[in-house]
């Protein structure tokens, strides 16, 4: 593929994005959202579209969409009108998709990016942000010649982000989108899931002489289902356009579909009808009216972006910038990576014990970060401990454990679990066991290999169930090995 | 105000409704002489005038909760089709190749 | 009905209570009646479906609970006519559309879950124009319903089975809806009492849309009390409609007294045109003075707006029943056309042997008056000018006007057949009450006179939400009526 940006010639991608929002239930009715969930298992007579029924607003599904505004910058308006977007189609029950159209719930923002090579940062202005209901599922394959019609989804709520044609290259693309991925899943407003449909990405594309401030005839393509799959489709569009450009040819305004397969973008086919969506204001909902307690209780200011977050946790903490970015990518984590910050020795320490043993322990017990009953200031006591060489590495991690299943302190744990530091008789009899049970790599030991030291220690460790502490081991092991 | 024939159409097209030759041609003249007698409110000034529609409380809202499906009769009862659990409806096989993206338009 | 004499929703309750009538007997004689109704040649056509054995069980329930003196509901054993655009779950919802024979909804209207749980007997589901389009209930896909009166003549509509059942005395109550007038013309032409309440004071959930923001559900009965004591158990906010209003609902049937002192009576000289038919005006020209007679003021104000009112009307409610009705599509409920081979031609093939011809014309209009480029000449400006005619009540009402009186239609019930081929002729049958929906104002159509054995029907409005004011000075006028209007045997 020819990489557009080599030539005087520039490229223009506008992004369109859907968000689905993370409620329990739909936008206009109480049907459970659940991906996967058998077909047409959470329907009910609003969102099937049956006659008579009619749309309640979700306020979790508004209070999310005002929470993915204020990160964007935009302007909020607190008076938005839904209107009806007419179009047929077997997974649109009612005919109809309940959006926003001539006067959306917030316009004029922006975001900033890193962009994509040298370095700097990039903005892109957000035209629009609206909510709307999603359609459900046409599945054309499920029958032969048959379409298949799973309603599940109809009616889950989205935010529709419509940026303005401010990229300027596939790599800024995906760069952008990235980030705003980030902030939304931060913001807890999606789960930004591309796979499941949770993300949904159209782009338009058009090239043009650098310099020109002309627009040139754009194309829209679809179908892209992750973030190098968006790349790759810019790209290969792009250079479609200049193709034709270089050739002399005009560039069709038409939808293109991607197919990541074949690595080629494709014209949509049997969609020559020209869309005339017939908007007008829905009569079933009065205006959508954003009260100040609302606004007040999520963006009195603008909640604290991961980005700004990780460079916080680099200048304040001296954190490495790994560490910064993977406690940053997640409010929990981050929030008790600064709580255990607080009290805890050393910072490094209390990220280590954060990505590590918190996360360890949330993957074993198969819990969400959030769920775990983590207490801060416990976790800084037991690295204090560590530190000070009164538990042992793994010993702390015991008493950690304990202490998130059973709820008791750092103190209790230790008493009641006889989790402490053996000493004394106890490690001269576990050292004294490591010993005479392996006399051949006590032989080796003696005629020079000293690497074999690891391996009483070890042993050692094994024998006092964590309970020794490894430099006293060593030198207890030195002292014996060499006496006999 | 007036209405052609393509008008009437272009229209039913839009609508999805079939019509027949006479149908089409019935319509039109029914449609014709409707919008001619609506052509009276050409005379009104609506200069200033908001149009009316909004309603002078604001959009209830409810709780984010999961409720039961309202559904005192299974789905499967009403469909004209319906096969493992979903709504079916003909295709032409012609098309089958066009459906990637056929997964609504939101 | 036991007697002749139609007794009312009160005397009924006291029979009842009192054991004198058992619900049981109530309810076998009204389905009695209904099944008469239909035997005759030609048919009444009131209903499109009638209740079965599950209804005698309700009734013997009720038996036992008044049998022991239990508390039962304001409604308990009385009979009601739903209107077959209102959904029931045990018995069809067709809207009077072949789109939707034999449609069982898999759930309740608000109004039905309200009159169950009030005692109320749903007997049957009454005719109406197709999708409540209309005027005469001749849309209807299943052959018209007749006036009772003169089976000649059309009930009006497009709750024209309602209004029949009523002045057949087949049921004391039944419930309609109102999208520009189809509660109270029929009212009209039937000589009964019929409301459309306040938009909002009724909530729409479980109402087949037509034009959702004129819709509204209308009690009909056969006096003033009884469609009050209907409203006092339907009105009220309902969670799930956003459009229904959350203020207090009076027990309205208490509230009718006297006519109310001082009583202002704005008379718009619009409603009056020199073409007006001259019974029709009689009538309520004999109306308005037996009100001053009680001690009303009578004023005559204007309502400059009134004549575009009509197009203004159908620019609005096209639109809106074009979106409305694009769900009807043969993919998961109702009829789909046979041997279709594509989406497509299910979409078309449904859609184009499913509506009826006045539909596909208001879906026409509806869909051009909403499409790219026509937008501001057609919706636009129809939602303008509804401003403005509801701007000319407010002013009106400004002006010390407490109720507004009307002729509720410009001629009294006409033939059948004779407007079905001219659509403007019939659209005018609703000049005078498509303004209490365009301007969302609560109005009542109550008998005030006869035209050669024809009863002719007055329109109080009042402003919104004012139910109280409004079925009061129905209440005095009805009274002061007596006699001259239609309440005797038809």
Redesign the interface.
Known sequence: MAEPAASPHETIIGLEIHVQLKTCSKMFCGCRVEFGAPPNTHVCPVCLGLPGALPVVNRQAIELAVRAALALNCQLHRSSIFARKNYFYPDLPKGYQISQYDRPLATDGRLDFPEAKGGGMGRVRIRRLHVEEDSGKSLHDRFAAKTAVDLNRAGVPLVEIVSEPDIRSPADARAFLGRLKRALEYLEVSDCNMEEGSLRVDANVSVRPVGSSEFMTKTEVKNMNSFSQLEKALAYEAARHLNLLRSGDQVEHETMLWDPVRGEARPMRGKEEVHDYRYFPEPDLPRLEIPDETVDRLGGCLPEMPWQKEQRLVDDYGLPRYDAELLSSSRVLADLFEAVARSAPDPKEASNWVMGEVLAAANDLGLPVERLDVDPEGLAEVIGLVAEGRLSHGLGRQVFRRMIETGKSAERVMEEEELRLAGGAELEAWVREAVDGNPAEVERYRGGEEKLLAFFIGQVMRKSQGKADPAQARQALIEYLGRS | ?T?KRT??EK?????????DQA?LD??TG??G???E?????R??D?EG???????E???????????????????A?????W???????????A???????????? | MPGSTRPGVRELQEALRSRRLRVDELLRSALQAIAGSDASEPPLGAFLSVAGEDLLTQAANLDRALDDGDEVGPLAGIPVAVKDNICTASLPTSCGSRILEDYVAPYEATVVRRLKAAGALIVGKTNLDEFAMGSSTENSGFGPTRNPLDLERVPGGSSGGSAAALAAGLVPLALGSDTGGSVRQPASFCGVVGLKPTYGRVSRYGLVAFASSLDQIGPLARNVEDVAMLLSVIAGVDRFDSTSADLPVPAYHDALGECPEGLVVGVPREYFPDDLDPGVAAACRGALERLERLGAEVREISLPHTGYAVPAYYLVANAEASSNLARYDGVRYGMRAPGAESTIAVYRGTRGAGFGREVKRRIVLGTYGLSAGYYDAYYGTGQRVRSLIARDFERAFAGGVDVIFTPTAPTVAFRLGERIDDPVAMYLSDVFTVTANLARLPAVSIPVGRVEGLPVGGQLLARQFDEVTLLSAAHALERAVGDAAGSEEG
């Open positions: 105000m209405i008008d009437v229209v039913a097209a839009l609508a999805r409704l079939e019509l149908e019935a319509l029914d449609c002489s409707i919008l007698f609506f052509e009276a409110i005379d009104v609506v005038a908001t149009p009316a529609g909004a309603l409380h604001p959009a209830p809202v409810r709780d984010d909760q999961a409720e039961h499906d309202r559904l005192e009769r299974p789905v009862e009403m469909a004209p089709d096969r493992e659990g979903y709504f079916v409806l003909p295709r032409l096989p098309l089958d190749a066009e459906s990637v993206d056929d997964d609504g338009e939101a």
